[in-house]
């Protein structure tokens, strides 16, 4: 399990300022702990991000004892998508919890090779279920079954990890391949004469053969 240090905040302590300091604020809560506010440095808390997202647990220390945590919610900038807070939550060891998880789509399809198809990702983010230990990263969605553009992968070919449920319907489709769409080429608009237009020119020739 990867580790992350934070140390406890003072509830004094502006947040802009900290997060000038390249310090990111936050609060940890859950199952039999009272809630406490923290820091820890941002680049720190990216780091352990890009590896654990929302639904892997991971150990953090704040004044000498751990937690096996989940990285709960987060709250960006709403210009620059920065994160500028973050919710660390213990989870019960006996009750299930629900969280997202990303989709990653592996293989070669050959609709997409042979047949010059677009691969169409329906779903890219389920809601799982289950202990928060056996909680899944992300998720393979393998599109090699998808040959020809009847093929679809859906919910219930996904491989989940023991004890965690998808929350999503089995048919519902994750991917599929369609075929690209062809460029018509734009035919000139006629434009219609004006209305009379016919008359005056039948005037005009009638009056030059006088």
Excluded: W
Excluded at 105 to 120: I, P, Q, T
Excluded at 165 to 185: D, G, S, T, Y
């Amino acid at each position: 399990m990867i580790s992350l240090t934070a140390t406890i905040r003072n509830k004094k302590e502006k947040l802009n300022i900290l997060r000038k300091q390249g310090v990111l604020p936050a609060v940890l809560y859950g199952e039999g702990i009272e809630s406490a506010p923290i820091k820890m440095a941002l680049k720190d808390f990216q780091e352990i991000f890009s590896q654990a997202g929302e639904s892997s647990l991971i150990c953090l220390e704040v004044a000498g004892k751990k937690y096996d945590v989940l990285i709960h919610q987060l709250d960006r900038d709403p210009v620059s998508g920065q994160i500028v807070h973050s919710d660390f939550y213990q989870p019960s060891t006996k009750r299930k919890v629900v969280v997202e998880v990303q989709l990653v789509f592996e293989g070669e399809s050959l609709a997409v090779k042979d047949l010059d198809g677009v691969l169409v990702k329906e779903i890219q983010v389920i809601e799982v279920k289950g202990l928060a230990r056996s909680l899944p990263r992300e998720i393979v969605a393998d599109i090699t079954s998808l040959k020809t553009f009847n093929d679809r992968v859906r919910i219930a070919d996904l491989k989940m990890p023991a004890g965690v449920e998808c929350l999503k319907h089995p048919e519902e489709i994750v991917a599929l391949v369609v075929p690209q769409k062809e460029e018509k080429e734009e035919t000139p608009p006629v434009l219609a004469a004006p209305e009379g237009a016919g008359e005056k020119a039948a005037e005009s020739s009638e009056e030059s053969s006088k």
